[in-house]
């Protein structure tokens, strides 16, 4: 048993208490929005008794638990009530699941992104269904008298055994709420799960099939407007001015003018992100009369001088410099090769590289390259804000919304306590969703027009408003002795308008090679970048995985018996003190992906590429399985094994992996864009390739090691190694090293 204590939930459990004046909270409005979750519908209870800010229990015994984290298809909604209604000892088929309100105080995390969800609420999420637990148990040895340590429950019931009797929660429910949480809890084991590891259906599976209403699309408030933006065409430029007379007599048309989405002294913060802080919004009664509107507003935009602004990231203040200029992408390209020959910042240094490059006997030095790339998320960008003098209600689909309340209150004019952001469900993020100017922009222009405005970004306005992945390269040197054994490493990476490295340069191999050597670079750009699923891994972990296979065929060697190799060093007699990984684990993964691919065994036509990775604090690798039809790869297969500690829904992580791994492929074979004189070349995806559904691989096998690690994260890692399994996979079937994504360019020849 773990005892744990419950500051978290200890906090919630009174605020929300004093809230319910009590304990006895009949909530209609959450009565009129609970939907059942099985097949037949659950009887809603007459009263609802709070018990803390996760969950509330009906008289019934049905239960309402709350999702505090915004849901954007990584299934938090379904497996953070799991969590909650395994330490509450729930039945699951009593469970009614509800997005929880926004309210930081009440809940720890309420940010979806970088694969840190269940991680970072896994305690908090457990200690609340066992505060629960707790206090039901407490309330029916008092009313039993019996002593609390001999009320058992199972399955939303209490149990004494001695005496025969017991109930259902819902019978202690009003009771419970009205008793004071306990300092600290008992978890239970892992070995004690009962609905933690078995996989449970979407919660809102039903409702996106049939289409209901769950996205912010779908909101519709009395004297709702229509807005959409006109933003600058090329990144460089900026407003100089534009004629809203020759639009505002169009139908339907209210209003065009511009706005600035932040107070000119305002400190941003890293996530308010916006090249163009000036725009002009068109506002209308209808989507269609808008963009008619916008289609034919006359706009006139003029290069801008080098720009600066203050920011105040969580206290880290200082001034960010934006350059001027029309960059292009061939530029870019001039630019980093350049930039690549001078001296980098050194981020690791271990033994004498210098040295031992200088006498090896063989050396390999490759360099690989990738371009920019947009999010296109399926969901378009969009807000509906309603604002007056007195407070401002925000619904959008947003990952992080305690960072954007703040840029909402400076620009609004309004208190933090009179901003209430909604969050509803998003249809895709991949890290875009994480930055909310979308947000700002709305608010501000239904507090111009004084009523409820819905803005949407058509497909152009988002891919053409910057916040993509950075474009990068890495060059790579690894040194051989005369027994092939790697004896000398060096990475130097950047990119525009970032280095990929950073807090990498300490992840394997570093730690397995005497002689280690990581630099870093970047070149400022106009250009806005932003997350981009595994925010820099997922360039890093193509191109190192891709050299490594290089260098094991150099040494004569099996890719993964070559890893493993290394591996076993870091593990044994490892290299420096700040290694970022456990040897061990990452060897599991590799050892359990050549078992379940049964790798060696080859297969007439069939080529196969390996990869493995560390970030997000777990371990991928995978088996890539590819042929080749009509002169193009086709792929057919992926094992794939995961170490991201106790798996809270099995069919749910799996979904996940196999969602990173076709959207890897298909950005690893196409993505990729591309700028001309500031403009971006690929605004919708008829020139924005993506993978098709019959370019996804035919069967994904993915695999889960088992073990009682507290859970790491899962919706990111499975990405980054695809790119290496995609490339090492391709030089088998064509003979040709794939060094530059995208590896299907118009050029692709075998």
């Not at 999420?125 to 029916?140: F, K, N, S, V």
């Not at 193009?632 to 094994?641: M, N, S």
């Not at 004189?677 to 370019?695: C, H, L, V, W």
């Amino acid at each position: 048993m773990t005892l744990i204590r419950t500051r978290i939930s200890r906090r919630s459990f009174l605020k929300t208490s004093a809230a319910a004046g009590g304990g006895l909270m009949i909530s209609f409005s959450w009565l009129a929005s609970c939907q059942p979750n099985t097949k037949e519908a659950l009887a809603m209870p007459k009263e609802w008794f709070d018990l803390n800010a996760y969950l509330r229990i009906g008289e019934n015994g049905v239960t309402t638990i709350m999702c505090p984290n915004p849901e954007f298809g990584n299934n938090v909604k379904t497996s953070m009530p799991m969590i909650v209604a395994e330490e509450l000892d729930m039945d699951w088929e009593k469970v009614i699941v509800e997005m929880a309100p926004f309210n930081t105080s009440l809940y720890e995390r309420q940010f979806t992104g970088g694969s840190q969800g269940i991680r970072r609420s896994w305690n908090s999420l457990r200690m609340a269904g066992a505060t629960a637990r707790h206090i039901l148990r407490e309330a029916a040895a008092k009313s039993w008298g019996v002593p609390m340590d001999e009320i058992t429950t199972e399955s939303g019931t209490l149990r004494h055994t001695s005496s025969g009797k017991s109930a259902g929660y819902g019978e202690f429910a009003a009771a419970a709420a009205k008793l004071t949480a306990p300092e600290e809890v008992t978890l239970k084991e892992v070995k004690d799960f009962k609905i933690i590891g078995n996989s449970k259906k979407n919660v809102d599976g039903r409702k996106i099939v049939t289409g209901q209403p769950m996205y912010s699309m779908d909101i519709n408030k009395e004297g709702m407007l229509v807005a959409m933006i006109s933003h600058p065409p090329a990144f460089g430029l900026k407003l100089k001015s534009f004629d809203g007379a020759s639009v505002k007599n169009m139908p339907g048309i209210k209003d065009v003018f511009s706005l600035k989405t932040f107070n000119d002294d305002y400190a941003r913060n890293y996530f308010d992100t916006n090249t163009f802080p000036e725009l002009v919004a068109i506002v209308g009664t209808s989507t269609w009369e808008v963009m008619n509107a916008k289609k034919t507003l006359k706009v006139a935009w003029e290069p801008f001088d080098k720009q600066s602004f203050p920011i105040d990231a969580r206290g880290n203040t200082g001034t960010v410099n934006v350059p001027a200029g029309l960059e292009s992408s061939q530029d870019h390209m001039t630019a980093m090769r350049k930039k690549a020959a001078e001296p980098g910042t050194v981020l690791r240094k271990d033994g004498d590289p210098d040295t031992a490059f200088k006498n090896a006997p063989k050396v390999i030095e490759r360099t690989y390259s990738a371009p920019f790339l947009a999010h296109n998320m399926m969901e378009p960008i969009n807000c509906v804000a309603d604002v007056t003098e007195e407070r401002a209600i925000i619904s959008a689909p947003i990952q992080a919304p305690e960072i954007i309340e703040g840029t909402l209150s400076d620009r609004l004019g309004l208190p933090l306590d009179k901003v209430e952001i909604v969050m509803t469900r998003m249809g895709g993020g991949f890290g875009r969703r994480a930055y909310g100017h979308y947000m700002v922009e709305a608010a501000v222009i239904s507090q111009r027009m004084n009523r409820p405005v819905k803005l949407v970004y058509t497909r152009e306005d988002d891919m053409s408003f910057g916040i993509y992945r950075p474009t990068y390269t890495a060059t790579y040197r690894a040194a051989l002795d005369e027994n092939n054994n790697l004896v000398a490493f060096h990475v130097k990476g950047g990119g525009i308008p970032e280095s990929p490295l950073g807090r990498a340069a300490n992840r394997f191999p570093a730690g397995a090679v005497d002689n280690y050597l990581a630099e870093e670079w970047a070149i400022d750009s106009n250009i806005t970048i932003g997350a981009f699923r595994a925010p820099r891994s997922n360039f890093l972990a193509g191109a190192e995985q891709s050299f490594l296979d290089e260098v094991a065929e150099a040494a004569g060697k099996d890719p993964i018996a070559f890893r493993l190799e290394l591996l076993d060093r870091a593990k044994n007699d490892p290299v420096g003190e700040n290694n970022a990984y456990e040897a061990d684990r990452y060897a599991g993964v590799l050892e359990l992906v050549r078992e379940k691919s049964n790798w060696g065994q080859d297969q007439p036509g069939v080529t196969r590429g390996v990869s493995a990775y560390f970030c997000h604090n777990s371990y991928v690798a995978h088996v890539l399985d590819l042929k080749m039809e009509n002169g193009r790869p086709r792929v057919e297969k992926v094992t794939c094994a995961i170490d991201c500690g106790v798996v809270v829904n099995p069919d749910a992580a799996a979904n996940m992996a196999e969602g990173a791994i076709v959207d890897g492929i298909g950005n690893a074979f196409f993505g990729q864009m591309t700028f001309r004189q500031g403009a971006p070349e690929k605004t919708n995806f008829d020139k924005y390739r993506m993978i098709r559904s019959n370019e996804a691989p035919r069967l994904i096998d993915v695999h889960f090691v088992k073990n009682e690690i507290d859970p790491t994260g899962m919706g990111e890692p499975p990405f980054p190694p695809i790119f290496g399994a995609v490339a090492n996979a391709l030089y088998k079937s064509t003979g040709k090293r794939y060094y530059d994504q995208p590896f299907l360019g118009e050029g692709f020849t075998l």
